[in-house]
């Protein structure tokens, strides 16, 4: 399992962590274009470390997961269940960051100076990746040491951990809860999850995070043929309200990585597509739509009066004004 994570240019940490470069971090430098993160949080993609805590355990296994799932390396039954060894957090973000810069290392020729000098010196960790990161137990931890680093943090999880999250020593700069079913029906039909219950603890998880101070994301995303009728509208809106996210970000799924083995093509919806299923969603849940990226077929939706907005100054402030060149640019799915 290892090994093949090699292959595909995972740099790992110690048993369970690892750092990738995302696509982001290459179309930024090589081309001074930014992932949507920049537009709507001012997250600079050069700067930014894709990290997992738990590289390959993970609780379920989603169709459209871009990722190779923990059961397509054989895993199954209790070894899905938890890590087998638990790293320091200290020394998982000492390396993390090290990995990054090696990961950008071979771009000294070929990014701008400042830009190349910059990603060197990280400002944002992304722990997502691939896996389930509420997985490592020392989550709350780790978060804190990357934040004593000076470092600002995503944390995006399935939600079927609310013990984890209920239990953070520190929050992260943003916690994003990723679904792609509004009922226990479509979530064991798409999800393909470990063990019985694991909806419940989704909607637990839903229900806890009015009681966060850090900024919450519900990202929502949207696979054409499944979830993007007149009744999931209703069925997310419903979602929604009980976890009163700050942001939310209906997302297309991309056809690419390992999912063009489970969904086709047709699967992925165009940016129309999503910003169509966004306007209805911002109507049936009162939020606003406050920008879009057209590159990642994402929009962002919030209640918030003010503008929430806040531009790298490397961020492009008019994404959807771009030309981009068919798929180059197309988003790797985190």
């Not at 910003?275 to 406050?290: Q, V």
């Amino acid at each position: 399992m290892l090994a093949t994570l090699k292959k595909q240019g995972y740099h790992l940490i110690g048993s369970h962590a690892a750092v990738k470069k995302c696509l982001w971090v290459h179309n930024a430098l090589v081309y001074g274009k930014f992932c949507y993160k920049c537009r709507f949080y001012g997250i600079e993609s050069h700067r930014c470390v894709q990290f997992s805590p738990a590289v390959s355990w993970c609780w379920n296994s989603c169709l459209h997961c871009w990722r190779a799932r923990p059961r397509d390396y054989g895993l199954e039954g209790p070894e899905l269940l938890r890590l087998p060894y638990v790293e320091d957090p200290e020394v998982l973000a000492e390396m993390a960051v090290l990995e990054h810069r090696r990961t950008v290392s071979g771009y000294a020729k070929r990014a701008p100076r400042e830009m190349y000098r910059e990603a060197l010196d990280p400002k944002h960790v992304a722990i997502s990746l691939t896996g389930e990161a509420t997985m490592y137990p020392r989550l709350g931890e780790l978060i804190e040491v990357l934040h004593r680093m000076g470092l600002t943090t995503f944390l995006v999880t399935r939600g079927v951990r609310p013990d984890v999250l209920a239990s953070l020593e520190e929050e992260p700069t943003q916690l994003y809860v990723s679904l792609e079913a509004w009922n226990g029906e479509m979530y064991r039909e798409f999800s393909r999850p470990a063990g019985p219950g694991l909806w419940r603890l989704t909607l637990e998880t839903l229900e806890l995070l009015p009681s966060f101070s850090t900024r919450t994301v519900v990202r929502v995303t949207l696979v054409k043929g499944f979830n993007m009728g007149d009744s999931d509208v209703s069925g997310f809106a419903k979602l929604i309200e009980r976890a009163q996210p700050t942001f939310v970000e209906p997302k297309a799924y991309m056809h690419v990585g390992a999912s063009v083995g489970r969904l086709s093509r047709s699967n992925m919806p165009s940016y129309e597509e999503v910003m169509d299923f966004s306007r209805k969603l911002a109507e049936a849940t009162g939020y606003r739509l406050a920008s879009s990226s057209r590159p990642s077929r994402v929009a962002l939706l919030t209640r918030l009066e003010r503008p929430v907005v806040r531009y790298g100054k490397g961020c492009p402030k008019a994404w959807d004004e771009v030309d981009l060149e068919g798929e180059k640019y197309v988003e790797e799915y985190r």
